[in-house]
């Protein structure tokens, strides 16, 4: 329909509408007509008149439409004007600015302003603000329903003339009259508003400077192509730099090799890197909007006078992918340098946090703001009712969950694993942390404090039981894990219950069985017995051959015989071992 929406429908949606539809229906027929060609032409006429009925009543009922949602808006835009006039020339603007105007001098004079005084001045200055915002916004609004008028002329003016061209007849310039006569078209409310509103704007509102009043009014044409020779330039250069940087990064990997602690700097920088990624295939996606002629800019409720163009999105990226590979080079190289190697990926997430909040009016601050509140709405979406972009950009999140799985795993990396280094000291404990075996899925398994050595044998206590103990990896597990797996399991327990309610673990040190054991911080005897059953199931086939060792271990530790009839399946899994021990 051509009235769908409100006065924020793209206009190239309506335009669209007429030719797309428009053009099926001529089409159709002609492929038609050009099928039945032996056809008597007495029948051939008939269904040409029947055809030209059908197509002009479309039209009349498409111009209807466009009449009808025309007079509907330019009552409202006269109403609008009508209020805002008054308020600007009556007792709004005026009364405001000759208060401001008797303040101002007040203060230049040496009288110190009491509170209430301040009171007013701010009172004022907001008033001021919110009615050149009203202005602006109602001349937008006012542009718009212009572009309606001449995008739906236009729209009307091709297929008419395609129908002529493709039948080989006037019809369809008469009909054409019949638009010109229309009101939508000749209607010039709409353009009286338009000058009335400049006129008001510039002289009571910015004192008669035409230029700062039109500057602010402006709204550039929705399908304009800029041309941004300086930010072309700077797109060039930067990813330039990005390609040259690239090549230093894959070179450096290759002499320096990846280090010690390669896994969490390959996660802090993958999840910059999809971040920066996005921001590309957005410019590149903007790109091809505007070639196809997508309104984006009022689908996403943009800001028309302020909203990125293509060019500048891929500069940000560009910029951006600069500074990713600086970092990854300062890391690759920092034993060169003299800097610890988690020093360059920290200043780069402070770089990415700056750019994001700053809240000075640079760096893009109109579309940084605009994707801070989209990404508040997407967070309280059940508050609240959510439009199209908060859909599209919470369908982009969904798409970037590794790099918001990488953000979790660097931040807590970032806060405890520098102790590792020797930097900071959050926790005493004996060994360095294995993080080849945290477990990505769970952010509490990344905390360093819960994880320790044991049985000789460094074992990640909080981490996953596929990663650690999942005894199908191995055609025979390791005696370490074997002795130790139903301790994990129970202190797995514990460890997340204490987690859970804000405790900090004492366990961090010499957590082998017997030290638990004489600190009464082991498993009590239900506690194992409860776990092993679980165990012994589902790892039959590996106990029946292990399970000497493993019961050993227990029997030694624990104050009585750990195994009671009712561990049917564990018997049956070690019965030959179990014998052998017991005897």
Known sequence: SLTEGSSLISSWKVDRIINEKMKEILYDALEEMRSDEEADPAIKEQYFAQFEERFFMFCDKELEKVNTFFAEKIAEAQRKFTTLKNEAECGGYLSAKSSLNQIRRGAVSGQILDPNVKKLLAKTHRKAKN??????????????????????????????????????????????????????????????????????????????????????????????????????????????MFLVLLVIVIIGLEVKGYGNEWLPILRMYRGVFLLVMILFLVAINTCGWRAAGVNHVLIFELNPRTHLTYQQVLEASACLSVIWCLSFIAYIYHDDIGIYPFTPPLIMAIIMIVFTFNPFKCGFHGARWWLLKIVYRVITAPFHAVGFADFWLADQMNSLNTMFLDTEYSLCYLVYGWYSSGVFMFARRKSKVDWKSVDDRDGLDHCPWLQSSCGGGQISYVASISDLLDFRKFSRPPASVLENFAVTEVYVKRARKCLAKGMRSNWTTDLDIETLESRRSWATLSEVQSVIPFHVERYESVLENSAYMFLKKIFKTAKKPLLTPTCESFQRAGVRSHRKLRT
């Open 131 to 240: 009615l050149k915002l009203a202005f602006s916004e109602f001349y937008l609004s006012l542009v718009l329903l212009q572009n309606f008028q001449q995008l739906n002329f236009t729209g009307f003016r091709k297929i008419l003339k395609k129908h002529d061209k493709l039948f080989e007849t006037q019809n369809g310039l008469n009909f054409k009259k019949k638009v010109q006569k229309s009101p939508f078209f000749i209607n010039k409310g709409v353009d009286t508003l338009i000058s009335e509103t400049e006129n008001i704007f510039i002289n009571e509102l910015e004192e008669g400077d035409r230029s700062k009043a039109m500057n602010r009014l402006r709204v550039p044409p929705l399908t304009e192509r800029e041309k941004r020779s300086w930010v072309i330039f700077r797109c060039g250069f930067f990813l330039g």
